[in-house]
């Protein structure tokens, strides 16, 4: 069956440091992956997407890495600050058929220290 | 957030009572979906709708019925609300723009005792 797996362990880092999340899938063949934000008790905001056909995503101080062959995703936050603390969700699209379906991951919650 | 919105926020209910959730949206998107998000499980879907004489049942549609009364409303509903449907419940809608980005309401909180 189709599986994501994104960290369940959170990730504490320094204000300032990189923060890498990572998304991993299996029996599944993404047309596009994309990455949410989610604050306690709010629901998930959409960050960035990245096609099948796409390497590198950027967006200010995030970068999004898709690696078909690996089946992995890679999100980075450059010069983290505590306001990214929250925990960051990966989902998956299947764009062939346009169905606008998502299967989500888990999510890996960010602490970003002062 | 405030394009989605959900009705109640937070609810309590016992064991074997009908309740409904309830989605509104401004956004003018075609497509809505209900999910159900529990600690360590990520988003599951519950139900999701194309249209508003399109309904499609998700991967954890067993116990839950839903309702789309027009494009802007969907609604959900627990048959017989038992204590394991306790989570967080999010309603969003998305566009038909081949992206399939998702935008969430704020929730919302229910217990069954």
């Known amino acids: 069956s189709q599986k994501i797996e994104q960290n369940s362990e959170a990730l504490n880092i320094q204000e300032g440091k990189t923060a890498t999340l990572t998304c991993n899938y299996t029996?599944?063949?993404?047309?596009?992956l994309q990455w949410y934000r989610q604050d306690p008790g709010r629901g998930p905001v959409f960050l960035l997407l990245?096609?099948?056909?796409?390497k590198e995503k950027r967006k200010e101080r995030l970068k999004v890495t898709f690696d078909t062959t690996l089946k992995q995703s890679l999100f980075h936050i450059t010069a983290s600050q505590p306001a990214d603390s929250a925990t960051y969700l990966c989902?998956?699209?299947?764009?062939?058929?346009?169905?606008?379906?998502?299967?989500f991951g888990q999510g890996t919650t960010l602490q970003v220290k002062p | 957030d405030a394009d989605v919105t959900q009705t109640p926020r937070n609810r309590i209910t016992k064991t074997g009572k009908r309740i409904m959730l309830e989605c509104s949206q401004t956004?003018?998107?075609?497509?809505m979906y209900w999910y159900r998000q529990d600690p360590g499980l990520g988003l599951r879907l519950i139900y999701y709708?194309?249209?508003?004489?399109?309904?499609n049942k998700g991967e954890i549609s067993d116990g839950y019925s839903v309702s789309r009364q027009a494009q802007a409303k969907f609604s959900l509903s627990l048959e017989s609300a038992i204590p394991n449907q306790t989570a967080l419940y999010f309603c969003a809608t998305s566009d038909e723009d081949g992206t399939g980005t998702q935008y969430f309401g704020p929730g919302t909180r229910l217990l069954v005792l």
């Open positions: 029996n599944y063949s993404p047309a596009y």
């Open positions: 990245i096609r099948e056909n796409e």
């Open positions: 956004k003018g998107h075609d497509r």
């Open positions: 989902a998956l699209g299947h764009g062939s058929s346009n169905t606008g379906k998502l299967i």
């Open positions: 709708s194309f249209d508003v004489k399109d309904i």
